[in-house]
């Protein structure tokens, strides 16, 4: 018996290439050196370094957008993941236990966070879900993250995000379950705050390694789903 996991994957003030180059030894690989069929789908963010180089780091896993338009809101980054982990005996025509989860992330710029916004987002991550989420046995989890991108980290923000999780079972779990995740990261000031669940943050930490460098990207990404 063997397990599978498939998935598919005006200049900005105060940033530079040359700011966001990862640790070494963990640099992402360049997409001059990717498959032409990666590379095409992956937009550029040209005129903010720091989302292109998070979108590097993205790329292997999700599928990106930008300006991704949303109930009167435009995200500066928007990106979808789907993950099918899939149990077999032998031979993949003989599967069962098949569970599929997926992600939907909305990153955008602003200067100053506030509580009630995030406060706003949770109750956006319930609204999606309701038209997203389609709870049958195979449905394992969907995630809804939110990161603002800002130039300060309030006390009372990072409080409210610290270790936040909101985790709504379908079906008392039969149906599996959905989260609201919520992240605040300021790049300037190398500081970031996220919820309990939102493991996707990593990404958008650039002046840090991403945990366990001895592990494939996808495999930290898809894992995390069966924890």
Same mark, same amino acid.
């Given at each position: 018996?063997? +397990?599978?996991?498939?998935?598919?994957?005006?200049?900005?003030?105060? =940033?530079?290439? *040359?700011?966001?180059?990862?640790?070494?030894? @963990?640099?992402?690989?360049?997409?001059?050196?990717?498959?032409?069929?990666?590379?095409?789908?992956? &937009?550029?963010?040209?005129?903010?370094? =720091?989302?292109?180089?998070?979108?590097?780091?993205?790329?292997?896993?999700?599928?990106?957008?930008?300006? /991704?338009?949303?109930?009167?809101?435009?995200?500066?980054?928007?990106?979808?993941?789907?993950?099918?982990? $899939?149990? $077999?005996? !032998?031979?993949?025509?003989?599967? =069962?236990?098949?569970?599929?989860?997926?992600?939907?992330?909305?990153?955008?710029?602003?200067?100053?966070?506030?509580?009630?916004?995030?406060?706003?987002?949770?109750?956006?991550?319930?609204?999606? *879900?309701?038209?997203?989420?389609?709870?049958?046995?195979? /449905?394992?989890?969907?995630? !809804?993250?939110?990161?603002? @991108?800002?130039?300060?980290?309030? +006390?009372?923000?990072?409080?409210? @995000?610290?270790? $936040?999780?909101?985790?709504?079972?379908?079906?008392?779990?039969?149906?599996?379950?959905?989260?609201?995740?919520?992240? @605040?990261?300021? &790049?300037?000031?190398?500081?970031?705050? *996220?919820?309990?669940?939102?493991?996707?943050? +990593?990404?958008?930490?650039?002046?840090?390694?991403?945990?366990?460098?001895?592990?494939?990207?996808?495999?930290? !990404?898809?894992?995390? !789903?069966?924890?």
């Amino acid at each position: 018996m063997s +397990e599978r996991t498939e998935s598919n994957p005006g200049e900005t003030p105060g =940033y530079d290439d *040359a700011d966001w180059e990862d640790p070494a030894g @963990v640099d992402a690989v360049p997409k001059s050196e990717l498959p032409d069929e990666i590379v095409e789908t992956v &937009p550029d963010w040209t005129d903010d370094p =720091y989302l292109d180089r998070v979108s590097d780091r993205l790329m292997y896993n999700y599928n990106l957008e930008r300006a /991704h338009r949303l109930r009167g809101t435009t995200w500066d980054l928007y990106g979808e993941m789907r993950v099918l982990n $899939q149990k $077999q005996f !032998f031979h993949p025509a003989l599967s =069962y236990a098949d569970h599929e989860s997926e992600e939907y992330l909305f990153a955008r710029r602003v200067e100053r966070p506030t509580v009630r916004e995030l406060e706003r987002l949770v109750e956006l991550g319930h609204d999606l *879900a309701d038209e997203r989420v389609t709870g049958n046995e195979e /449905h394992y989890r969907t995630d !809804f993250t939110f990161v603002l @991108v800002a130039d300060e980290l309030p +006390e009372d923000v990072r409080e409210f @995000v610290d270790g $936040q999780r909101e985790r709504t079972l379908l079906k008392y779990g039969y149906y599996g379950h959905y989260e609201v995740n919520l992240g @605040v990261v300021v &790049p300037d000031a190398r500081e970031m705050v *996220a919820g309990e669940a939102a493991d996707v943050m +990593e990404a958008f930490r650039l002046w840090e390694d991403v945990t366990e460098p001895d592990e494939g990207f996808l495999s930290r !990404f898809a894992k995390r !789903f069966w924890r």
